[in-house]
Nanobody, 120 residues
């Protein structure tokens, strides 16, 4: 099992940048695929992007492609979400998810979330 703690959220003006971090416990961090999700008030949680554990391949939602970048440092058990050119519609609680794939099953673990507010 892994525990996740997000940080780095805050208030930023439109066009600004923020970097979120998600620190994971445990000694097998590199075996987890790490994802970022967000949930705006009154909306369902949506996928932002993810990064694989081994090769570090990334995949992004169309709404953030070209503006957000996910990276990871396996030595520090941390995944990052660099957010540039922020828009008011990026306002949401951002969650980190760790996914372990075992025998065709997915085991997901979530952090508590960090608030990002983008003012216009």
């Amino acid at each position: 099992q892994v525990q996740l703690v997000e940080s780095g959220g805050g208030l930023v003006q439109a066009g600004g940048s923020l970097r979120l971090s998600c620190a994971a416990s445990g000694r097998t961090f590199s075996t987890y695929d790490m994802g970022w999700f967000r949930q705006a008030p009154g909306k369902e949680r949506e996928f932002v992007g993810d990064i694989t554990g081994s090769a570090g391949g990334t995949y992004y939602a169309d709404s953030v492609k070209g503006r957000f970048t996910i990276s990871r440092d396996n030595a520090k058990n941390t995944v990052y979400l660099q957010m540039n050119s922020l828009k008011p519609e990026d306002t949401a609680v951002y969650y980190c998810r760790a996914r372990l794939k075992l025998w065709s099953r997915n085991y997901d673990y979530w952090g508590q979330g960090t608030q990002v507010t983008v003012s216009s």
